[in-house]
């Protein structure tokens, strides 16, 4: 029987699998996401356990205990990320070289979280590029299946993006780079854009690779190109909202900015589909957006299961009635810490999730107790563990 645990890491992502014989994995340990790193989640694994690791996306509240293995790296026999996670932290860098960001006001929650961002990809270049053993570094992607039980159903492999490398005018894109950027980063970003354009994989800069995750099996000029166009898309869909940043160095624009960034570390995020034998299905969904999920069923794509991991921490962002009768689990997971977001009135998970699954007498499991203005609205101890899924 496989065994999933689900850590409480606080207002984060843990989940610990230790597959049933039958499976590739069936002698090894695999986390699913390491929370924000205020829990040693190694805690849970012997001296000489072999681990996968899979980081659904590099939010910090996923990543962050990533730093308890620094002394157990030999332990570590591969990291698997979404397959654009290189773009999306080089979108990250991209904000915190704009021009007027050093200048903006008020705006350093912001500046620490992107920075978080590249610091934890800059780490996995570093842990995934020397030493010995080295641990090996996996994409995931649509129809990358990681043996007969462990299923990868997003990202796509190919984004569907405008061919901005193919349409744009070259001297208009290598002038909006100059516009937006300080002078090092924009240089960067123009030789990002020559090598997808020329047919390579990687600028030729060392900056470049210092943040550059490479995964020796997966070499694809197409999704290369695909990733490109998806990081001019995200300058061309903002480029408005980056001017005003520079010229004004607004806290409101800079707050929609890191909205709009984080809205697509939620589209590439990895989302999993496992079943063990005749054991329970579940669906891990990291903090998969809606727009994840509403893609999956208008493929036709079977995302039906028994158990689910409530995606970003129960907020109704990334769920609605329509996905969760798709699924249509017994049970939902939600790992949680009652934390508010920005500006937002309440807590995850949010009232109109739970009010949505208890509409549709789904079983919850949740982390901690779940409180609302005060007063705690639902008991750990009461949803904790069922015969198949144990929360510690």
Known sequence: MAAFEVLNVGQGDSILLRPSSGCRYGSETIFIDLGPGRYDITENIGWNDRVHIFLTHHDNDHLGGMHFFAGKMDQIEEIIVPLYQNEITLIARAILNLKGIREAEDCGEFVKALEEVV???????????????????TFAFEGRDFCKHIKCLNPPCCLENYDWLREANRQNLTGLMQELFAGE?????????????????????????????????????????????????????????????????????????????????????????????????????????KKVFE?????????????????????????????????????????????????????HPNQEVLDLLQSEHVNILITNDVVKNGITVMQKQRHSQDDYIMIR
């Open 185 to 289: 980063f924009a240089e960067e970003m123009e030789r990002y854009i020559h090598s997808a354009e020329h047919g390579y994989v990687g600028a030729d800069s060392p900056e470049f690779r210092r943040f550059w995750l490479r995964d020796w099996q997966y070499e694809d000029m197409e999704s290369y190109r695909a990733g490109c166009n998806y990081v001019l898309g995200f300058f061309a869909e903002n480029v408005s909202l980056l001017r005003q940043l520079n010229a004004t160095g607004s806290r409101k624009c800079m707050r929609k900015i890191y909205k709009n960034y984080v809205k697509c570390t939620h589209d590439i995020c990895t989302v999993l589909w496992m079943k063990f034998g005749s054991e329970p299905s579940v669906l891990l969904a990291g903090d998969a957006s």
């Open 119 to 137: 610091n934890n990809q800059a780490f996995l270049v570093k842990v995934t590029g020397s030493g010995t053993p080295v641990p090996q570094l």
């Open 295 to 347: 893609r999956l069923i208008r493929e036709g794509k079977a995302i039906s299961a028994d158990y689910l991991k409530m995606p970003h921490h129960g907020s109704r962002h990334n769920m609605n009635r329509k996905i969760l009768r798709q699924i249509n689990p017994e049970t939902v997971i939600i790992s949680h810490d009652n934390r508010r977001f920005g500006r937002a009135k309440d807590s």
